[in-house]
């Protein structure tokens, strides 16, 4: 065995490994977790944390002798010494969750709106269903077939369903829904009065969307449950769900109109100039050379505005209807199965938590994708 | 601008009797349904079961009402509110009637401009303690902390009674008696006080309903009734008498049972008159038909008969009858109904 | 003045005043005025003859009838002989003190979480990432619902409590804590702590002058803290300790003395600021990421240090675009605080639109009043962020 010693020209040594402190998992260990003292404290602060966390709250939602099948409280605890969760009501009260009080034989009637819903948003999604000839249209009209089809009519032989039977997440998708599909046509339409060079217009717009976005939108829930009748002609009657909507829907395109004001601003005044140039009436420009754009960058902003409202359905509850907290709370009330709370909030949290990151990932993508650069 | 169109369908579809109309009547017979605003979740007076059907005293004043004008209990829309909503929710026109446990009061009747149609149940604020705390009088409960129902006349009594007795105390304002309970439960307070059914109703709510005891203490009178809007007299007096009529079932012996039986018993005139079938024109009075008090008897029951069915002793809250109990009972009785001739 | 410039008069028709732009304009304007004026008047019109259909009074007098309830948390003297004016402003009090307790919370945990989640530390950034998409996808109301729960039921009942430290005692029933209550002559402790304030403010004018012009550095902000701690802590030893604390002591059913932390303020307080933190935490992120990366390098070119690169260089130019979405996170969470009645924190939608509205029957004053209180914050704090964004607006070109 002789060590043998070779020589290189400049520049002609092969490439060797990084030593071992340099590469593989320690070096990402030492970078990510103790690049320095103070911060090698935090991490393993950090790690303690999740410790004493993670493992206790998985041990009672997951694995702690989780009951999901008794008929009370009493009937869990017997069971699992009350260390896991109950979600036993859960699974009893499940259809109250989802529809609420709509009565069992015309629930088909939900179902096939909630099909409906899924359908309408992958056209909106996917972009190869998008691209069919037509296919927008079906993004009108679905939602208005749902519209008619949850409360019935008795011109198409429906059993009219009364809306304060509505409830659970069918309620919460109902006021969601609508308020996203209302209030972007509304919100477009404000941010452009308030944009507008007429000032009246935008004074009154700007009147409206100040004024919207100064309160809070519980206060606009109670005018709508309590004051809003006084507003009109003695005797009117509006459906409380009817006069939510309207609240929300307004709320929710204040909100919009400033986002898409944002988007408006940022188009080069180039681009304005350009539509005019070309003889395009005021209409015109705004729908083929203006808006696609200022819609585009505004994404972002949009989809978050539509997170807020749907979040926000849940202040519903205040005024009694009955979206999932409202039936939650019912159900905790139960004597069966009182004192749940976690459980409730937990699993109402998960819901919110998946449909709203779903959400906001998608916004992540378009934006994306969308990104086209300058 | 077509995305508008979804609503605008939603709103002609929702939008209901949205035509004025003369009164209450007309409206609950074109709607062919009555709609009855009850709590939101109170054992015995008003709760939904596990298949949706309300059912409690409250529960009962609406069916009786609806019986009477539209000869079916079943037609009631109930409309459950939270104290602090119903009077605005009544006063919009959005109900028809309110039957609530809402305490009958001055301000109330007059003020708020309201008509309160009888009592359907004679109650008074109490306060309810852990038999841990060792107490066995409301006067000892200096410095506690005490959960009380917001928008009600309970936390204008408490404020008054700890008042004039030179004692403190920390409120704890709860929005719902769910709420209220959890809580309760859970230690925020000491004391609960609201009605005393109502605390019966919240007892048994508890985990361990043995271990509470409610104090001997009353300190208010809350006389408990259906409520409607001033200006619509006929509908006022249709709300009274429906009332009146299960008073006056119990007193003169007729149930649910043997009402359609009673009703063909010709030596009975007080019996026939309630029941339609002497001839005396009561039901045209009211604006209803002749057989309007048979219809509640039969559907809904007489007073005695729901009160046992909903609060009385056999149910989870087991409260005693009373001064709900009629007037001759001999015993504590105050129930005491104008006679239908 | 030329000939030329006069127009030819065209002859009146209704045809070309459309085609006009002008005239369309002024004849939309025209317009949409009449008719938000004819629905104002209807709305008007409805509500009178409503009113007087119902029978019901209308007025602001109300507000000086005694309320006769209680309230849990008054910064102000109140009981429940006061007027339901008084009560109002208890509410307006109470919601003022959670807006500006969560405000500074949010703001300390929103900028820690944001840098954080910049940060190398793989951990560190993850968990910030987590805490920022979990809190910020689920409803501000349960989160409040889900911390009252979790106040009340993982905090020791008040007979069965232990204090932390003396005279520190968590309960489900509250925090409490020890309250100082300044003696005779604690007086001169504020007016030395003024007097350091300004003391500091002008140490600190001198210490960026002497920056300024020789580049030396001196330690302004120890120099402050020290002046600004010490002095008074001097004072107040020197004249002899003026202030007694009252401890919270257990008496029959409660703690007696000392100062509370109410379960229902806790909770809200914890909700806001953990809800509106996730948000400023992304708006921080943003912000810091704004500032082009070139600005960093030549802060490290010039030698100076990474923290005060942070410091000194990409935060004041990230605060230019953090600042505007701050303050409109500022105003979501006073807005957000009026969730509290969802769990009986006594603040102005509670009192004033609550028990007072309910005792009253006056809907349309009280709600009324509510919305101008809201209207009135958000337009001054907007007012200010005007004037602020005029004051940092870059000067370009």
Known sequence: ???????????????????????????????????????????????????????????????????????????????????????????????????????????????????????TLVI?????????????????ILPIICAILIPGSELLGLTPVPTNKFGGFMLTLIIGMTGIFVSLPIGIGLALARISSLPIFSVFATLFIEF???????????????????????????DLLVRVLIMVTIFSAAYLAEVIRGGLAAIPRGQYEAADALGLSYWKSMRLVILPQALKISIPGIV???????????????????????????????????????????FIAVFFFICCFGMSRYSLYLERKLHTGH | MKKLLPLALGIAALATGSIASAGTL????????????????????????????????????????????????????????????????????????????????????????????????????GFMVSKDLGVSSAKELDGASVCVQTGTTTE??????????????????????????????????????????????????????????????????????????????QWFDIVKWSHNAMLNAEELGVTAANAVERSKDANNPAVQKLLGTADAGLGKQLGLSEDWALNIITQVGNYGESFERNVGVKTPLGLERGMNGLWNDGKTGIQYAPPIK | MSVTDVPEKKPFSVGAMWRDKKARGIIMQIAAVIAVLIFIGWIVANTVSNIKNLGIEVGFDFLWTTASYDINQSLIDYNATDTHFRAAVVGLLNTLLVAVCGVIAATILGFSAGVARLSNNFVISKLMQAYVEAVRNIPVLLQILLWYTVILHSLPKVKQSVAIIEGVIPTNRGLYLPQPLPQEGFGWVWIVLIVALIGAFFFKRYAKKVLDQSGKQLP??????????????????????????????????????????????????????????????????????????????????????????????????????????????????????????????????????????????????????????????????????????????????
């Open chain 2, 156 to 233: 204008l009594n408490l404020s008054e009674y700890f008042r004039l007795n030179g004692m403190t105390y920390e409120p704890v304002p709860v929005e719902t008696s769910t709420e209220g309970r959890a809580a309760y439960s859970a230690g925020r307070c000491d004391v609960y006080t609201t009605d005393a059914s109502a605390l019966a109703a919240q007892r048994t709510g508890l985990t361990n309903p043995g271990n509470y005891v409610i104090l001997p203490e009353i300190i208010s009178k809350e006389p408990l009734g259906p409520v409607v809007r001033h200006g619509d007299d």
């Open chain 1, 1 to 119: 065995m002789s060590e043998q010693i070779r020589e290189y020209e400049l520049g002609m040594h092969p490439e060797l490994p990084p030593p071992n402190r340099q590469s593989g998992l320690v070096k990402w260990v030492m970078d990510n977790l103790f690049p320095s003292v103070g911060s090698g404290i935090i991490t393993v602060i950090c790690l303690i944390f999740l410790y004493y966390v993670i493992p206790p709250l998985f041990n009672w939602a997951f694995w702690d002798s989780v009951v999901f099948n008794a008929t009370s409280r009493e009937e869990c605890y017997a069971i699992n010494d009350g260390k896991g969760a109950c979600w036993a009501f859960i699974y009893r009260r499940w259809d109250q969750f989802v529809y609420g009080f709509y009565p069992e034989a015309e629930r088909w009637r939900v179902n096939i709106s909630f099909i409906l819903l899924a359908m």
């Open chain 1, 304 to 346: 978050s505005s539509f997170i807020g409202l749907f979040k926000d359905t849940t202040l519903v509850v205040i005024i009694g209807l009955l979206d999932p907290l409202g039936i939650g709370a019912a159900a905790i009330a139960d004597i069966k199965w009182t004192a749940l709370g976690y459980e409730l909030y937990v």
């Open chain 1, 124 to 140: 909106v999604l996917a972009e190869k269903v998008r691209k069919v000839k037509g296919i927008m249209w079906l993004v009108l």
């Open chain 2, 26 to 125: 007309d409206d609950v017979r074109s709607n062919d349904v009555l709609k009855c605003g009850v709590s939101t979740g109170l054992a015995g007076f008003a709760t939904p079961d596990d298949t949706g059907e309300w059912q409690g005293l409250d529960v009962d004043t609406c069916r009786a009402i609806a019986a009477a004008v539209l000869g079916d209990a079943k037609k009631v829309e109930f409309v459950p509110l939270t104290s602090k909503v119903r009077f605005e929710v009544l006063k919009s026109g959005e109900i028809d009637v309110l039957s609530r446990v809402t305490t009958w009061t001055l301000t109330r009747d007059v003020g708020l401009g309201l008509n309160f149609a009888g009592v359907n149940y004679y109650d008074g604020q």
């Open chain 3, 220 to 397: 302004a902000f120890w120099v402050g803290l020290a002046m600004i701690i010490g002095l008074p802590l001097l004072t107040y030893y020197v004249i002899g300790q003026p202030l007694e604390v009252s401890m919270p002591v257990l008496k029959g059913f409660n703690f007696k003395g000392g100062f509370a932390l109410k379960p229902e303020f806790l909770a809200l307080w914890l909700a806001l600021s953990i809800y509106t933190g996730a948000f400023i935490a992304e708006i921080v992120r943003a912000g810091i990421m704004a500032v082009s990366h070139g600005q960093s390098e030549a802060a490290h070119a010039l030698g100076i240090k990474p923290n005060l690169t942070m410091r000194l260089v990409v935060i004041p130019q990230a605060m230019r675009v953090i600042i505007p979405p701050l303050i409109s996170q500022y105003l979501n969470l006073t807005k957000n605080s009026s969730l509290a009645i969802a769990i009986g924190y006594m603040d102005i939608v509670a009192t004033l639109g609550g028990i007072s509205l309910n005792q009253s029957g006056r809907a349309i004053e009280s709600m009324s009043i509510i919305l101008l209180v809201y209207l009135t914050i958000s337009l001054v704090v907007s007012g200010i962020m005007n004037v602020y964004n005029e004051r940092v607006k870059l000067v370009e070109r």
């Open chain 1, 212 to 238: 919207i976005r100064g309160v809070p939108l519980i206060t606009l829930l109670f005018i709508a449950s309590t004051l809003l009748s006084y507003f009109l002609p003695p005797g009117t009657n509006f």
